[in-house]
């Protein structure tokens, strides 16, 4: 049933970025403008049912044990500005993971996305979110009790269907990510979940995003949603020309920055 569950999201998914591509046209091409243009990380294997998974991996300075953070991509794949914003994490003390979920892939165009999204097993997917996990909460420079996941586009559906898949985590951030209704499923999640919706995505609209917050507060979650006027999907990647909105961007990730400090500090 849950596999199920997740294919039919993701179906539903992949439609909803069909209607938004012209969104995303340009964010393959654009300069990147945010955090440091030169990556810190490293790339890093790890476990996963479906073969061996692999990532790029940010580490922060000093000694001592970390909270961690999985960064999932969007349907671009693995490319700079995810790379990019795990090591932005990396900055603030975090042990960030980059899963690659496309193993080895990377888009330049909304049909090559939309085609190697469509081609993803998801159970292979979740395996690889998982080994992620695993592999954090081993490392001795990880607090196992305090990792979260974040995700934009595609990933923010993948980090709301790993937060109820994975209970140990310690707490969830979805950006502009499918959403949810299923009492039975939203049963399931555990961790406090922020999320950061457009009011103008076409994919995901607000009436949507407002059912599922309702739902999640009916079954008694912590839940923190924003839905911004004027924004559409992807607004947060300043390499979408057409739809990078700064002013959302910067609360949103204001909003994340403070999320996580409580959850995980």
Avoid at 70 to 92: H, M, P, T, Y
């Amino acid at each position: 049933m849950h596999r199920i569950r997740i294919a039919l999201a993701l179906s539903l998914l992949s439609v909803a970025f069909v209607a938004t591509a012209q969104e995303h046209q340009h964010s393959a091409t654009a300069t990147v403008t945010t955090v440091n243009k030169v990556l810190v990380g490293t790339s890093v294997t790890f476990a996963s049912s479906a073969g061996e998974g692999s990532g790029y991996l940010a580490l922060p300075s000093g000694a001592g044990t970390h909270p961690a953070i999985i960064v999932i991509q969007e349907w671009w794949g693995l490319n700079d500005w995810v790379k990019q914003q795990a090591d932005r994490f990396a900055s603030q003390g975090y042990v960030a993971l980059a899963p690659d979920l496309y193993r080895g892939k990377v888009a330049t165009d909304p049909n090559m996305a939309h085609e190697l999204m469509r081609g993803m097993p998801q159970d292979r997917a979740m395996s690889d979110l998982r080994g992620a996990f695993n592999y954090l909460a081993d490392r001795k420079d990880v607090d196992a009790k305090r990792i979260a996941v974040i995700g934009w586009c595609m990933g923010g559906g993948y980090a709301i269907d790993f937060a109820i898949a994975e209970p140990r985590l310690a707490a969830a951030v979805m950006n502009y990510g499918h959403t949810l209704t299923d009492p039975a499923t939203i049963a399931k999640l555990h961790p406090p979940l922020l999320g950061n919706f457009g009011a103008e995505d076409r994919g995901i609209p607000p009436a949507d995003v407002g059912a599922f917050e309702a739902a999640l507060k009916k079954a008694g979650k912590s839940v923190d949603f924003k839905v911004y006027p004027g924004a559409g999907h992807a607004f947060m990647n300043p390499n979408n020309t057409g739809g990078y909105v700064e002013g959302a961007a910067k609360d949103a990730w204001a909003r994340i920055d403070a999320f996580l400090t409580q959850h995980m500090r």
